[in-house]
């Protein structure tokens, strides 16, 4: 599911996940990792409730399923609760869920905030940072997220061309 998904095999990776959740629905990861790839696909309603339900039974290393929260309350608006899912998630480690927080500060206007987290993602990754649309268009499928994720960004000053449908 992951490699299909990751090679914009977006039906192939849905139907992987779905067989493998249908195979086992108990299975918490797979319910999350298909949840995350159906939310990330367009389909947030059900994904980010298979998502919030591998989160309730503590799928997943700490901080990973989190950052998945924090996209789907960002898509449906909630900046506030948007904000609090990223500030759990796996920032440490992970430099694409600084990203998400760093959209997210900028939907809410925190600047100063947001610079210290750009300051560290420009160090720490400094290719992603030049890539930010690849990145983002590889997770997010659909133009009309990818435009939400990057109304954020652009609002702190980040220079990001407009999305083209895909």
Request: charged letters at 25%; glycine letters at 8%; one cysteine or more.
């Amino acid at each position: 599911m992951l490699v299909s998904f990751f090679k914009d095999e977006i039906d192939k990776a849905l139907q992987a996940g779905a067989a493998a959740y249908a195979t086992n629905p108990n299975d918490t990861e797979v319910a999350g990792e298909y949840g995350l790839r159906l939310a990330m696909s367009g389909r947030w309603q059900s994904g980010c409730e298979l998502v919030s339900s591998a989160v309730n039974k503590n799928a997943g290393p700490k901080g990973y399923y989190e950052v998945g929260m924090a996209l789907c309350a960002l898509m449906r608006n909630d900046i506030q609760a948007a904000e609090l899912w990223s500030r759990m998630s796996d920032l440490q480690d992970n430099p694409m869920h600084r990203l998400v927080l760093l959209s997210i500060l900028g939907a809410v206007g925190k600047t100063a905030e947001a610079k210290q987290e750009k300051v560290w993602l420009d160090v720490h990754a400094p290719e992603m940072m030049n890539n930010i649309r690849r990145e983002v268009s590889l997770r997010l499928q659909r133009p009309e997220d990818q435009e939400r994720f990057f109304s954020g960004l652009r609002a702190l000053g980040l220079a990001i061309e407009p999305t083209r449908g895909k």
